[in-house]
């Protein structure tokens, strides 16, 4: 199973700071292990961030992204408290949420 | 994995007819954009294809996307760029990599209430030109930004 996500929100002025580190290997396609075999993609396609529940990002990807995908958005008009969820599908459809409220300015 | 790879090229050739119509879509209705992932953009293998596939014909040169990122990568498997777009009504941002097998590498759709920012770390074959592509009130802006890569990371 999908490893969890690690997210953080802060709140800065009326805009949550959303910084987000997903566990995901990331293959091309075209990196070769030990034995010469071509390692298939798996990549993650699909990231949406939600912002109570309604969709702030819609994030497409390639294999292009690095491994253990690193993304950071700023949602405009957020409040500490606020539910800032993340959903990550990858191209065989596993899929993984995980959800923080967002915490006020330190 | 040759017959994986065959079936794939078939895939592609045949998604290659239906971008010509639903490039005009996109530009048209701009909402779709979000809808499906884009299939012939990111399996793209020439930069030109790519950018067609995000509808972007008529890109005009923007100081208002500023990026972020090392003038020299010295890991290829991560590049961190972030992009900041001043423009107002940003809808989305598109990050390519002239030089990757794949060049289209992201494409974040903002429309929702996010700022127009985003940040992350895309893998890099070599050095190479990397272009953003943000999309606000219909229109497409581009900037770009040379990455020397010391050692790829797409191997």
Not at chain 1, 24 to 45: C, N, S, Y
């Given at each position: ?29 075209q990196r ?75 | ?151 790829g990371?797409c191997g």
């Amino acid at each position: 199973m999908a490893e969890p996500m690690k997210i953080r929100a802060t709140l800065q002025g009326d805009v949550a700071d959303v910084r987000i580190l997903m566990l995901h290997p990331m293959e091309t396609g075209q990196r070769k292990d030990a034995k010469g075999q071509i390692v298939p993609l798996h990549f993650i396609q699909s990231v949406i961030v939600t912002h109570n529940g309604k969709t702030v990002v819609d994030a497409q990807w390639s294999q292009a992204i690095s491994r253990n995908p690193f993304l950071g958005v700023h949602v405009k008009g957020a409040k500490a408290g606020d539910k800032i969820a993340v959903t990550w599908t990858d191209n065989k459809n596993e899929k993984r949420t995980d959800e923080v409220a967002v915490a006020a300015a330190s | 994995m040759n017959v994986l790879r065959r079936s794939f090229l078939k895939l592609t050739a045949g998604a290659g007819a239906l971008t010509a119509a639903a490039a005009a879509g996109l530009v048209a209705s701009g909402q779709a954009w979000a809808a499906a992932w884009n299939k012939t953009g990111f399996e793209a293998k020439a930069y030109a294809d790519a950018l067609k596939s995000l509808g972007a014909t008529n890109l005009v040169q923007s100081k208002d996307i500023v990026i972020t990122a090392p003038d020299i990568a010295e890991n290829g498997a991560v590049v961190p760029v972030a992009v900041t777009s001043k423009i107002p009504n940003t809808q989305s941002i598109s990050i390519l990599a002239e030089n990757n097998p794949f060049p289209l590498a992201a494409t974040f759709d903002l429309s929702g209430g996010s700022e127009g920012y985003v940040s992350t770390r895309i893998k890099m074959g070599k050095t190479s030109n990397v272009h953003i592509v943000v999309k606000a009130d219909g229109k497409l802006y581009t900037a770009a930004k040379e990455i020397k890569v010391t050692i790829g990371g797409c191997g």
